[in-house]
């Protein structure tokens, strides 16, 4: 804000600083006996829980208040930040804070000016500033609830990798256009017999047996307009060139301009063996 010219008080305590925090301090009960009806109403929050939505409040201001007296007080952004990431307002649409905010400024505002109607002078200084730390309070929350995000998505993005390494069945993350493999677990490199490393420089089409290439290629094709397939006649090789049986499920993975297969081979030899050996007892019987 300040480079592009939005600091039009400093960061430092000043006497516009606590006439500002001590109007907004006084005003605080009248400004959110205002305010909880109209955000209890437009956010459909249930009457019983007013009183409670109005404390909240009523805390919030306090210690933005202090905030506002002395810019070295950032507790307020500290609360605020924390809350944004995993406390009660992180449950629900940055919109919706952002607007009880907006709400908030406008019913402050409209009480500053006719507290200081007579003083224009004093007034327009203090709306000057009480503008300028409103807007600094709404960039703040907006960055708090993107670092939220981003950090909720880097924590599934954490649970959703432990997940796939630890599954009991090969897992391949191909690239839809190529087949090229952009992920393997841990059980996949066990299967196959290659390290994630040299996996990662070969295709899923190199992992199957020639014949069975058009198979795979219609079970992808119907995963592109499905959104799944699966089949249970295909085969990976492996390093050593054996054929493993696979039951083999893929689906596919959309996220943002990314998409990519999601491919679950689970190896059927054991039940193939079974198969074999039920059949073999019942002929002799």
């Given at each position: ?12 305590p000043s ?21 909880t ?7 459909q929050i ?6 409670e ?13 202090r905030h506002i007296?002395?810019?070295?007080d ?17 449950h629900f ?6 607007t ?11 009480l500053?000016?006719t507290a200081y109607?007579e ?25 708090f609830?993107v670092?939220?995000r ?15 390494e ?5 897992i391949?993350?191909?690239a839809?256009d ?13 299967t ?9 420089t ?20 119907e ?5 799944h397939?699966?089949?249970?006649d ?12 696979v039951?083999?499920n ?5 996220y943002?301009?990314?998409?990519s297969f999601h491919?679950i ?21």
């Open positions: 804000m300040r480079d592009c010219g939005l600091l039009t008080h400093g960061c430092a006497v516009v600083r606590t006439t500002l925090a001590g109007f907004v301090r006084t005003a605080t009960p009248a400004a959110l006996d205002s305010w009806p109209w955000v209890g109403r437009a956010f249930p009457t019983a829980q007013w009183p939505v109005r404390r909240w409040m009523a805390e919030a201001l306090s210690r933005w208040v007296a002395d810019p070295a950032v507790g307020t952004y500290v609360f605020l930040r924390n809350h944004a990431r995993r406390g009660f307002i992180s649409p940055a919109s919706r804070f952002l009880g905010q907006m709400k908030l400024h406008q019913i402050f505002t409209t500053l000016r109607a003083d224009a002078a004093e007034r327009d200084q203090l709306l000057a500033l009480f503008d300028q730390e409103f807007q600094a309070r709404i960039l703040l929350v907006t960055d609830f670092e939220g981003e950090q909720e998505l880097r924590d599934q993005e954490a649970s959703y990798r432990q997940a796939t630890n599954a009991p069945a090969a391949f993350s191909l839809v190529t087949g090229a493999i952009l992920e393997a677990n841990i059980v996949a490199e066990r196959v017999g290659y390290a994630r490393d040299r996996l990662q070969m295709a899923i089409w190199d992992l199957l047996p020639t014949a069975e290439c058009e198979r795979a290629t219609r079970l992808f094709d995963t592109r307009r499905r959104g397939a699966r089949r249970e295909l085969h990976l090789r492996t390093r050593t060139g054996s054929l493993v049986p039951f083999f893929s689906g596919l993975i959309e943002g301009q990314h998409h491919v081979c689970v190896d059927i030899s054991e039940r193939k063996r079974l198969a074999v050996f039920t059949k073999r007892a019942e002929g002799r019987a």
